[in-house]
């Protein structure tokens, strides 16, 4: 067989050569992050039209306090789904069960 080596592919002419790239353990998946993109696009795009257009009005006839409110919670749920993307969880225990 032409190319074949009679070792079963572990001689000198199936190791890597010292140029080639070695792929990492973990490959980053870009598609993981599609879903919170897309919910902080989201987040980000209602809550800008939120304090451009509504809030003037609500401030200006209720309170100030609901601009400072609606940008209290803003980052809050910003930094919740950033916790949620980028931490690990760890290990997720599981009850005990008894049987009898």
């Known amino acids: 067989m032409p190319g074949g080596s009679k070792s079963g592919g572990r001689g000198p002419s199936s190791s890597p050569l010292p140029h080639t790239v070695v792929p990492p353990s973990r490959p980053l998946r870009p598609s993981r992050y599609v879903p919170v993109s897309a919910a902080t696009f989201f987040l980000v795009g209602s809550t800008t039209l939120f304090f451009c257009f509504?809030?003037?009005?609500?401030?200006?006839?209720?309170?100030?306090?609901?601009?400072?409110?609606?940008g209290v919670i803003f980052l809050?749920?910003?930094?919740?789904?950033?916790?949620?993307?980028?931490?690990?969880?760890?290990?997720?225990?599981?009850?005990?069960?008894?049987?009898?």
Not at 91 to 98: K, L
């Open 76 to 100: 809050f749920v910003l930094a919740n789904f950033c916790m949620a993307t980028f931490m690990d969880p760890g290990i997720f225990p599981r009850g005990e069960y008894t049987y009898g």
């Open 54 to 70: 509504t809030c003037p009005w609500l401030s200006e006839r209720f309170s100030v306090a609901v601009p400072i409110y609606n």
